[in-house]
């Protein structure tokens, strides 16, 4: 399942938060969108299952084999979801009905996909605990009941519920400490593989991003300003703003990106760093040129 | 379980008793005219003494009892049901249907229930059925309004938005996480209800415009028991005691059932 956007621009009341996203990934790719919080990387996820907020509007082509999701109706919409893309959410514990045990919770999402009888969904739903590494007495738990790690393992199950070709994760596993992160990062890595999904990783975590995923695009302001192979993105990024966000937590010590990013209702036309750009001249104050992998003018 | 809910179940159990069986335990047909045996006092024959047309009181309270019962049920289903589906359709897709809903749920709200009951069955004309369509369509408000309450702060949780993503449709969604946190707030709503109706039933039978005679119905027999009311105040006591006794007892019900489901004062008798 190949996903390929093109000029992907989103408004939501009125202000353009996304602008000009281009991005591919190919079939069994594992893709990570960098970023700091704010960028506009969930809204970004929304934008490819489209549940935007209301009062959004967006603009450009988002491709999925070839078929236009931006054109799709709501109810085609909604045949995808699920059984063709799939969503872990960040915090697991929100992402769980309380009232529901987990296995029963897997079970419905199970139902809504396949027409199977209730005892083929919970024998489905088990098998999906088991693949997820929880405990199958645990069906019956709820989710309160269960660790913020199990929770999340839960929240994958469900979003293996209905074979999904791509895997969107949106920061999945950062509200864990750090070894529960890496198991999860684990989990998805050979769940992934195994079910040969496409990922799309959405973190700010580079260290997950480096191990799960072999191309990424770092993202400021609504903007993709950099997509290239995971170690050269990681280890020789070329516009100024990966650079510093790369630096800001590297091994030597931690260096702040001076500045603040900007608000989008008040984003001047030109290039999106350019007020924090220590490399910034006369012509940053035109739009650069997106050349497929940088966005400077450099 | 409290001392207090033990008995709240077991006089509960006893109004669901008398509603199914009760008439089986009448005496006399509660329709059967006898003039020479009319405004009898109580007597092995006729327990409770006989009405202004010789008829068997405790036969026609028991009688009463049942199309009381059922009818309050059947007024109290109604309203839940299009309450419930009105609130979950202006919660569930906001803008114009909410708005629509919105305005006819306060239109109907700012009318006393009864005078909109009335007006309905005025139209309608009397009968029991038109009876409870009028007090069900006096009474669907309600429900609508907690149940649109619920969904729209529940729908902008997380997992309501998880549940859109991996692909549930509206019913998916209202099934499994709108509707089972309105629930609690709508069972002890549903509990006065049925309270409350058993009440406004008898009020439209009094006024001549419920159940149509010979039917046995409590709020009818208070209205044949004026004329007698000095010399024979039973005639009135009887069903009087009945229909407070059962209304009582319901909102005694619904009162235990809001303080176990520790529901604060949001929910309206």
């Keep these: 399942m190949a996903l390929k956007i093109e000029g992907l621009s989103v408004q939501v009341g009125g202000v353009p938060i996304l602008k000009d996203i281009d991005l591919a990934i190919a079939e069994g790719e594992h893709f990570a969108v960098l970023g700091e919080s704010g960028a506009g990387k969930s809204l970004l996820a929304l934008s490819i299952i489209r549940l935007l907020p209301a009062g959004s509007r967006p603009e450009g082509r988002i491709l999925l084999d070839g078929t236009d999701l931006n054109a799709l109706t709501q109810q085609e919409m909604r045949k995808l979801r699920g059984r063709t893309i799939g969503m872990v959410f960040e915090q697991p514990w929100s992402s769980l009905n309380p009232a529901f045990s987990c296995g029963s919770q897997i079970a419905g999402v199970v139902r809504l996909h396949h027409a199977v009888s209730p005892a083929a969904a919970r024998a489905r739903a088990r098998h999906l605990l088991r693949l997820t590494g929880v405990p199958v007495e645990r069906y019956t738990a709820f989710p309160h009941q269960l660790s913020g790690g199990m929770q999340q393992r839960v929240a994958i199950a469900i979003a293996l519920a209905g074979d999904p070709k791509l895997i969107i994760a949106d920061e999945a596993g950062t509200a864990l400490d750090q070894e529960r992160q890496d198991r999860i990062a684990a989990l998805l890595q050979s769940v992934v593989s195994e079910t040969n999904a496409a990922l799309l990783l959405i973190t700010h975590q580079f260290r997950l991003a480096r191990a799960l995923c072999s191309r990424g695009a770092v993202m400021y302001a609504g903007q993709i300003v950099e997509t290239a192979q995971m170690e050269m993105l990681l280890d020789r990024p070329r516009h100024p703003y990966a650079r510093m966000l790369v630096d800001a937590v590297s091994p030597s010590g931690f260096r702040p990106i001076p500045g603040a990013a900007p608000e989008f209702a008040s984003m001047s036309g030109g290039c999106r760093f350019q007020p924090r750009c220590p490399f910034a001249e006369e012509q940053c104050a035109k739009p650069p040129a997106w050349t497929g992998d940088v966005r400077c003018w450099k | ?269």
């Design chain 2, 1 to 269: 379980m409290t001392t207090s809910e033990r008995f709240c179940i077991v006089a509960v159990a006893g109004i669901v008793v008398l509603a199914l069986f009760g008439p089986l335990f009448a005496p006399n047909d509660p329709a059967a005219v006898s003039v020479e045996n009319r405004l009898a006092p109580p007597s092995m024959r006729y327990p409770l003494g006989t009405d202004g047309l010789g008829r068997c009181v405790l036969s026609r309270m028991l009688h009463a009892g049942r199309v009381t019962i059922f009818a309050a049920l059947a007024v109290t289903a109604t309203g839940l049901a299009v309450g419930t589906s009105a609130g979950l359709a202006g919660g569930y897709w906001g803008g114009r249907t909410d708005a629509i809903l919105n305005y006819v749920v306060n239109v109907f709200l700012s009318f006393p229930a009864l005078l909109l009951a009335l007006v309905f069955v005025s139209v309608l004309g009397p009968g029991l059925h038109h009876g409870i369509a009028a007090l069900a369509a006096a009474s669907w408000m309600r429900y609508a309004r907690v149940v649109r309450g619920v969904v729209r702060t529940t729908r902008q949780l997380t997992y309501v938005q998880a549940a859109l993503a991996m692909g549930a449709g509206p019913f998916h969604i209202i099934r499994f996480h709108l509707l089972p946190p309105a629930a609690p707030a709508l069972w002890v709503m549903a509990v006065f209800g049925v309270a409350n109706a058993i009440l406004a039933l008898a009020v439209l039978s009094f006024l001549g415009l419920g159940v149509v005679p010979p039917t046995p119905e409590w709020g009818a027999m208070i209205e044949a028991s004026r004329p007698f009311l000095r010399t024979h105040p039973g005639l009135l006591l009887w069903p009087a005691g009945a229909l407070i006794g059962f209304a009582a007892t319901l909102h005694w019900a619904g009162e235990t059932l809001r303080r176990r489901e520790r529901l604060g004062l949001e929910v309206e008798r």
